[in-house]
């Protein structure tokens, strides 16, 4: 009787190290698979400046967006980090860590990064 129980308890540890060996397995892809299908999100807007002009970065600033971009805490106007507003270069993206929080809270934060260049001098 002892034997067979300690049969029957081998054979369901065996069972249920299988099963959760699945699940991370499958859940360790999903992750992966997410990761590998955020893109990295860049927008250049330029003002005044052509995209071939020289330029020098003069401020980089985290932007902080809820709900998938939909609500933006405050706005940030460009005049506020270049000296010239009538011509600067600014580039959105969305970086690698960036991605990560945003998969990490499930979209409910979503930052990005902006940086501002100006004429090279």
Same mark, same amino acid.
């Given at each position: 009787? #002892?034997? &067979?129980?300690?049969?029957? #308890? ?6 249920? $190290? ?9 859940? !360790? ?22 995209? $071939?002009?020289?330029?020098?970065q003069? !401020?980089?600033? %985290? $932007?902080?967006?809820? =709900?998938?971009?939909?609500?933006? +805490?405050?706005?940030?106007?460009? %005049? $506020?980090? =270049? ?13 690698f ?10 979209? #409910? &934060?979503?930052?990005?990064?902006? &940086? &501002?260049?100006? +004429? !090279?001098?």
């Amino acid at each position: 009787m #002892i034997s &067979y129980l300690k049969g029957v #308890i081998r054979k369901n540890i065996h069972l249920f $190290n299988q099963k959760t060996m699945k699940k991370t397995f499958v859940c !360790a892809l999903s992750i992966c698979a997410m990761m590998m299908l955020q893109s990295c999100y860049v927008q250049n807007v330029s003002v005044g400046m052509s995209e $071939n002009e020289p330029a020098q970065q003069v !401020a980089k600033v %985290k $932007n902080h967006y809820f =709900v998938d971009g939909l609500i933006q +805490p405050k706005y940030d106007a460009a %005049k $506020n980090h =270049v000296s010239n507003d009538q011509k600067f270069r600014m580039k959105t993206k969305i970086t690698f860590w960036d991605g990560f929080l945003t998969g990490l809270t499930c979209g #409910i &934060y979503t930052p990005s990064t902006t &940086y &501002y260049y100006e +004429p !090279a001098k």
